[in-house]
């Protein structure tokens, strides 16, 4: 079993700065690919970046391309979600979420996932 812990959300003004963790336990991740995914209030749940955890390649939503990074931290066993220049339409509860499939950015592939850390930002 894996364990997904996400924190760092919070109400931000637009154009600010956020990151959220993802703690994970449980089980070795070096063959795991992490992603984030996020759920606005009456939207489907959508994919927002991802990163596999053994050589760091990433894939990002082309609607956070250039604002969101996606790291992490092997000693920590923590993903990291860096959100810059937030936007409203950023406003959702974004999900941590892990996955024994390649850099596949689909929802059905992730086996495990956080509670979810509400992100609010205004205008």
């Known amino acids: 079993q894996v364990q997904l812990v996400e924190s760092g959300g919070g109400l931000v003004q637009a154009g600010a700065s956020l990151r959220l963790s993802c703690a994970a336990s449980?089980?070795?991740?070096?063959?795991?690919?992490m992603a984030w995914f996020r759920q606005a209030p009456g939207k489907e749940r959508e994919f927002v970046a991802l990163i596999r955890w053994s050589g760091g390649n990433t894939i990002s939503a082309d609607s956070v391309k250039g604002r969101f990074t996606i790291s992490r931290d092997n000693a920590k066993n923590t993903v990291y979600l860096q959100m810059n220049d937030l936007k409203p339409e950023d406003t959702a509860v974004y999900y941590c979420?892990?996955?024994?499939?390649?850099?596949?950015?689909?929802?059905?592939?992730?086996?495990?996932w956080g509670q979810g850390t509400q992100v609010t930002v205004s205008s």
């Open positions: 979420a892990a996955s024994r499939q390649v850099l596949v950015p689909s929802l059905g592939a992730y086996d495990y």
């Open positions: 449980g089980r070795a991740f070096s063959s795991y690919t």
